[in-house]
């Protein structure tokens, strides 16, 4: 029977969402975004945090973990004033990453996996439309979780081809994205994306057997160039490194579902305080997300390179 329950989600109330999803679990994309918008009036937004689910994730998965993020933060927020501050910079994505009926294994059934992929890819020059039609905002900035840091990417890279707003910090929780992607070469083909963001910041776990099992599978029989049994970026971290450009975290233990934070344990706290850092949402009122913190690291020391590789 399908796993999807229609009970709301307790406290989930967002400002905007980016609907892709047709029906609530499973289906087609629908062709063009639908914003679907808290007030009557849509609410200017120069700056806008685009959340972006991961695969596998019905709607109300995806609301859980959307609230599982804002209550986590907010916690940290040391002035309430930046409570209504950080809700109104929020668009939630949803996509249709999921089947209709849980495989037997669920988030291991890398047949599907090889699916979802396709679906990353055309649901993301669909949300950059979107977003060039959102004349008020200036700059973008994206938190994913796994296949949504795909999603992501192929946005970027659409924004860096064809134009759009600026791109500020991107986050990406537990990456389904294989490393050759990202790193220069001939099959660097999200590279252009990588170079596009302003500061971006991965989040890795070595134990997290979703990305060691069906995303492997998954991608090796996925349509198109997606490699042979290809390392994930969120497995081991492996990302061009740059000081205060592109950098890591390993979340020590971390599961596959353990970064948005709408479940318990050490890894959740360990990546909610990562994503804190990073966007640096305590005081938002007084200042832009796209105000980059004082760096620590030496800007004088070469850039670590990780070899190109499946």
């Known amino acids: 029977m ?21 029906r609530a ?16 009036n849509a609410l200017p937004q120069r700056e806008l945090l685009v959340l972006i689910h991961g695969y596998n994730n019905h709607r109300q998965e995806a609301e859980s973990a959307y609230a599982g ?8 927020l040391s002035e309430r004033s930046g409570h209504t501050v950080f809700e109104e ?19 291991l059934d890398f047949t599907f996996y090889s699916k979802a992929v396709s679906v990353a890819k055309d649901v ?18 994206f938190l994913a979780h796994s296949l949504g840091c795909r999603v992501a990417l192929e946005i970027i890279d659409d924004i860096a081809r064809g134009g759009g ?5 991107v986050c990406f929780l537990a990456a389904a994205v294989p490393t050759f992607k990202v790193c ?9 994306a990588v170079d596009k963001a302003g500061e971006l910041l991965v989040l890795f776990s070595p134990d997290d057997i979703v990305l060691s099992a069906a995303f492997r599978g998954g991608q090796t029989i996925a349509s198109g160039d997606e490699g042979f049994f290809p390392v ?43 994503i804190f850092k990073f966007f640096r949402f305590d005081g938002l009122g007084a200042r832009t997300l796209s105000e980059r913190p004082l760096t620590t690291s030496r800007p004088d020391l070469p850039s670590r390179r990780i070899a190109d590789r499946n």
């Not at 905007?16 to 999803?21: A, H, S």
């Not at 993301?124 to 700059?139: E, G, K, N, Q």
């Open 2 to 22: 399908a796993r999807f329950d229609p009970t709301p989600v307790p406290g989930y109330d967002p400002i905007l969402r980016i609907n892709l999803r047709e």
């Open 25 to 40: 679990e499973g289906g087609p994309p629908l062709s063009e975004v639908q914003a679907g918008w808290k007030h009557r």
């Open 232 to 274: 994930a970026v969120g497995h081991a971290g492996d990302i061009p490194l740059t000081p205060g450009k592109v950098d890591r975290v390993h979340i020590k233990r971390a599961g596959h579902s353990h970064y948005w934070g709408h479940e318990s344990g050490d890894p959740s706290d360990l990546s909610a305080t990562a």
């Open 184 to 192: 220069p070469g001939p099959r660097g083909s999200l590279v252009c």
């Open 165 to 169: 707003p600026a791109v500020g910090k």
């Open 69 to 76: 993020l804002r209550k986590r933060q907010v916690a940290r």
């Open 124 to 141: 993301a020059p669909r949300i950059a439309a979107y977003l060039r039609t959102r004349t008020d905002v200036l700059t973008v900035h």
């Open 89 to 107: 910079r929020l668009g939630d994505v949803f996509w249709p990453g999921d089947a209709e009926w849980a495989g037997v294994v669920d988030k």
